[in-house]
C-alpha cells in the first residue's frame, strides 16, 4: 500500500525548500536588514512574517523528522534544523539591533573567519592537530592498554583502579598550570593535559567491554583450550568495541575542550584557547565566535567520523546495526 502523500519523503523536501525560499524573502525586510531609519522599529508586518516563518521552520523539521528511511534523512533533518536555527539567530539579532559585543550575527562570524582564515588555521593546526591529536591518541592508547593489563592480572585492579580513579577527579584548572610549567608553553603542555583527561574514560570503558562477552561463549573458548591472547582477540574485545568506541567519541569531545582550556593558562602566540582568551580581553567577539565555531565544528566532524568508523568496525554488533 502506498503512503500517502504528506508522508512522502519528496513532499517533505519539497516543502523544506519551498519554506526557505519563503525565509529569504524575509530577509529583503529593512529590519532584517539593519537599515531601518534611526529610533524606528520593525512593524507588524515583520513579526507576522517571523511568526509564520516559525510555523513553517518547526513543520518542515518534524516533516523531515517523521519519516522512517536511510540514516541520510536523519542527516538531512539535523541540517535542516541547523539552518533554521542560524537563520533566526541572524534575523532577531539584526531586527533587535544586538551589540556584537554581546552576541554578534552568524553573517558577522562568517565574515571574520574569511578575513581572519589564515590566523584560524594554525590555531587550529597549534590546538587540533598537535595538542588535541596526540592527547588524544596517546591517552586512548594508555587507557586500553592498561584495561587490558588489569583484565589479565586482576591484582593490578586493587593499586592501579584507584590511582586512575584519582587522576580523573583532578580539576582541569588546577593542572593545567602544572603541566605548563613541567612541559613548557608549547603544545607538549596542552597534550599532557588531555591524555590526563581521556586516560581514565578509555580505561573505566574498555574494562566494562571486556567484561561483556557472554558467559557461555567464554566457556566454549576454554572449552577449546584458547589462551588468554586467542580469547581476548577472537571474542572479548570483538564484544568490547561498542564500548571502546563510546569512550574514543566521549574523549574526542573531552580531548578538545581539555586543550582549549588548557591554552588560557599559557600558551605560544596560537591556538583556539589562546585566540578565544586574547581576543575576549579586546572585545573582538566576532573572532571569538570565528574560533568557537572552528571548534565545534571539528569536534563534530570527529564524532561524525568515529560514528561511521564504527560502523565499519562493528556492523555485526546489535548496537550498531538498529542505528
Do not use: C
Not at 524575509?26 to 513579526?47: I, R
Not at 608549547?186 to 571486556?210: C, D, R, Y
Amino acid at each position: 500500500m502506498k503512503a500517502p502523500l504528506l508522508k512522502t519523503p519528496l513532499f517533505a523536501l519539497l516543502f523544506a525548500l519551498v519554506s526557505l525560499g519563503a525565509a529569504s524573502l524575509l530577509f529583503m525586510h529593512p529590519a532584517a536588514q539593519g537599515t531601518l531609519p534611526e529610533g524606528s522599529t520593525p512593524g507588524a508586518l515583520f513579526w507576522a512574517g517571523t511568526l509564520l516563518m516559525a510555523v513553517l521552520a518547526a513543520q518542515s523539521v518534524r516533516l523531515l523528522a517523521a519519516l522512517d528511511g536511510s540514516r541520510w534523512l536523519g542527516v538531512a533533518t539535523a541540517a535542516l534544523f541547523g539552518i533554521w536555527i542560524v537563520y533566526f539567530w541572524q534575523l532577531l539579532v539584526v531586527a533587535f539591533e544586538v551589540p556584537r559585543v554581546l552576541l554578534p550575527s552568524p553573517g558577522l562570524i562568517l565574515q571574520s573567519i574569511a578575513q581572519h582564515s589564515d590566523i584560524l588555521w594554525g590555531d587550529f593546526v597549534q590546538t587540533v592537530l598537535k595538542a588535541v591529536l596526540v592527547g588524544w591518541a596517546v591517552g586512548s592508547g594508555l587507557g586500553f592498554a592498561v584495561a587490558v593489563a588489569i583484565d589479565r592480572q586482576p591484582f593490578l585492579q586493587r593499586g592501579l583502579l584507584p590511582l586512575a580513579s584519582l587522576t580523573s577527579t583532578v580539576p582541569l584548572v588546577a593542572v593545567a598550570p602544572i603541566a605548563v610549567m613541567w612541559f613548557g608553553f608549547e603544545w607538549q603542555s596542552k597534550a599532557a593535559v588531555v591524555v590526563l583527561m581521556t586516560f581514565f574514560p578509555m580505561m573505566v570503558s574498555t574494562l566494562a567491554g571486556l567484561k561483556a562477552s557472554g558467559k557461555l561463549e567464554r566457556e566454549l573458548m576454554v572449552s577449546y583450550a584458547a589462551s588468554y591472547t586467542r580469547t581476548l582477540l577472537a571474542l572479548r574485545l570483538p564484544s568490547a568495541m561498542p564500548f571502546i568506541f563510546g569512550a574514543l567519541k566521549i574523549n574526542a569531545t573531552l580531548a578538545l575542550i581539555g586543550a582549549i582550556v588548557a591554552e588560557f593558562f599559557g600558551s605560544p602566540t596560537s591556538g583556539l584557547g589562546f585566540r578565544i582568551s586574547t581576543e575576549a580581553s579586546r572585545m573582538n567577539m566576532p573572532l571569538v565566535w570565528s574560533a568557537i565555531v572552528v571548534a565545534a565544528v571539528t569536534g563534530s566532524l570527529a564524532y561524525a567520523a568515529l560514528v561511521q568508523f564504527e560502523r565499519r568496525v562493528a556492523f555485526w554488533h546489535p548496537s550498531v546495526r538498529g542505528v
